[in-house]
């Protein structure tokens, strides 16, 4: 069979993540760039992951684009939503999967797989910051962190501080009150951990959980925001390296289907 390389690129509310694969199974290239739709991250993010695969930054594959900022992208193909490219993406990275959390910049949402391993029901939280990557993004900086720093902290956590407010400008308050008073760093990062994990699996539960259970997204790199979340939910969560490039690992296999589809049609 000749190789057939495809791009998918996910256009988040953060950042653009894009993979380059080969024959619909085998990564070689990708990248993320911390800067999401409207900005030049989608096209820096497709012409690093190219260079990566050892290409031309201006070569022109077949292209699924996804995410928020799927529709502004003039290179694309095809465009499918997140939630297809998430369950696509974790299906192929995990086929036991039933269900699959992606906690992104500006949403999360609890996805249920069916039998052949697409989208099933979801549910998502678009309407608010809390529970999201976006409200970590507000607290790591009240506290002078980087968002990549939250995990180790929450580790040395001994007494997680509940954070009360549910809306994340009360909730910064509270953060930056709590801070003056002198609580611990490590249990005031626990806390926020937690009230990101209450969040999400009260709308895993109202899906209904069954196991087993992925996450996907950037706010899987954060591992004190899945322990919280095992925690909650009384279950293991798997989570790949390509968690956060999961949506343009799916929306690549998509882009790969639908030209070979395409394809075959056209020799028929
Ligand atoms: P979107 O698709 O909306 O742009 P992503 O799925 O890319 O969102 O996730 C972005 C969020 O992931 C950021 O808001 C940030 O909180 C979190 N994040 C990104 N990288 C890391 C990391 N290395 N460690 C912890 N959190 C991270």
């Not at 190789?3 to 950042?15: N, R």
């Not at 465009?79 to 992606?102: M, N, Q, R, W, Y």
């Not at 501080?161 to 910064?172: D, G, K, N, Q, W």
């Not at 979340?229 to 390296?241: C, D, F, N, T, W």
Request: charged share 20%; hydrophobic share 45%.
């Amino acid at each position: 069979m000749a190789e057939c390389l495809t791009l998918g690129l996910d256009i988040g509310s953060t950042a653009s993540k894009c993979i380059v694969l080969k024959n619909g199974k085998e990564i070689v290239g990708s990248a993320v760039i911390p800067a999401g739709v409207g900005t030049s991250g989608p096209a820096r993010a497709c012409s690093a992951a190219l260079e990566c695969a050892g290409l031309a930054p201006d070569t022109k594959l077949p292209t699924a684009a996804t995410g928020y900022g799927r529709h502004t992208f003039p290179g694309a193909d095809y465009t499918l939503s997140e939630l297809s490219c998430h369950a696509i993406g974790a299906h192929a990275l995990f086929p036991e999967a039933k269900t699959v959390i992606d906690i992104g910049g500006q949403d999360a949402k609890a996805i249920r797989l069916s039998e052949t391993g697409k989208l099933g029901d979801f549910l998502m939280n678009d309407k608010c910051a809390a529970g999201t990557g976006r409200f970590l993004d507000v607290m790591a900086r009240a506290l002078e962190l980087d968002v990549t720093e939250l995990a180790d902290k929450d580790a040395e956590a001994t007494n997680p501080v509940p954070i009360s407010s549910t809306c994340t400008v009360f909730a910064e308050s509270e953060v930056i009150s709590q801070q003056a008073k002198g609580v611990n760093l490590a249990d005031l990062v626990a806390g926020i951990h937690n009230s990101v994990a209450a969040r999400c699996a009260s709308l895993v539960k109202r899906l209904g959980l069954v196991a087993p259970v992925v996450m996907t997204g950037g706010v899987a790199q954060n591992a004190g925001v899945v322990r919280a979340l095992e925690r909650e939910l009384g279950v293991k969560i798997a989570v790949s390296p390509l968690a956060q490039l999961n949506g343009a690992y799916g929306a690549a296999i998509a882009a790969y289907e639908k030209h070979i589809k395409e394809q075959n049609h056209g020799a028929d």
